[in-house]
């Protein structure tokens, strides 16, 4: 158990890193009704996020072959994976985030009383639309797949996933709940550093889980 959750945290953690969700999530924070927006776009963030990773658990699980993993759990899938992390990751360090995204959903979403379901659609998309969520669901659930571990620690090494990709979302909304300005201040210089160097560490992270996933299937 320890071994998978050793695998599955760095990588979760990149995927917390993107500076996407978290601007969104902060732009809410100014609204009109930032406790209920924030509440709203943190039911599709998580929603989105825990229906991925279900899904793609059951392709997973679906995909053996009786107790003999399959494909994707194979050496040769953890070489692909290990080139896939290792390109996204370069790719990632060389193109700049646009800071303007944040602005653009604040005058879209946060001009007038929009309904709630809006703020949880927005929540959908960003997760949807972002590249980074779907590099770690992937390489997350190749670790999990990988693992000789009972259902139970794959089902907690899941919800530990889980619990840190979703933190740009539930984040927020603890602050819109219970913190007071010097948090919200907080949150937004943490959004500040991310947006300046979080695609930096994420491609860190990546680049050096993806050489290690080679290496390992490379020499034994």
């Known amino acids: 158990m320890l071994t998978l959750l050793v695998e599955v945290i760095p990588l979760a953690l990149a995927g917390a890193i993107s500076p996407v969700v978290l601007m969104g999530a902060l732009a809410i924070l100014d609204g009109p009704r930032a406790l209920a927006q924030s509440a709203a776009f943190c039911v599709g963030v998580v929603g989105t996020t825990v229906v991925l990773f279900v899904l793609g658990f059951l392709v997973a699980v679906l995909r053996q072959d009786g107790d003999t993993p ?15 992390l290792v390109g996204a990751g370069l790719a990632l360090a060389a193109v700049r985030p646009n800071p303007k995204r944040a602005a653009e959903f604040e005058q879209r979403f946060l001009a007038g009383r929009r309904p709630l379901r809006d703020f949880a659609i927005a929540g959908v998309a960003l997760m949807i639309t972002n ?10 659930l190749h670790a999990v797949a990988r693992a000789d571990v009972p259902f139970v620690e794959e089902a907690v090494a899941l919800a530990v996933a889980t619990f840190i990709v979703v933190l740009p979302a539930t984040a927020p909304l603890a602050a819109a709940a219970f913190g007071g300005a ?8 943490i959004s500040r550093l991310s947006l300046r ?12 889980i993806g050489v290690k996933d080679v290496l390992s299937v490379v020499f034994g």
């Open 182 to 189: 010097g948090t919200r201040r907080c949150l937004g210089e």
């Open 197 to 208: 160097y979080g695609r930096f560490v994420m491609a860190a992270l990546w680049i050096g």
């Open 131 to 140: 590249a980074s969520t779907f590099v770690v669901l992937i390489a997350i």
């Open 70 to 84: 399959g494909w994707f759990a194979s050496d040769p899938a953890h070489v692909v994976i290990g080139i896939i």
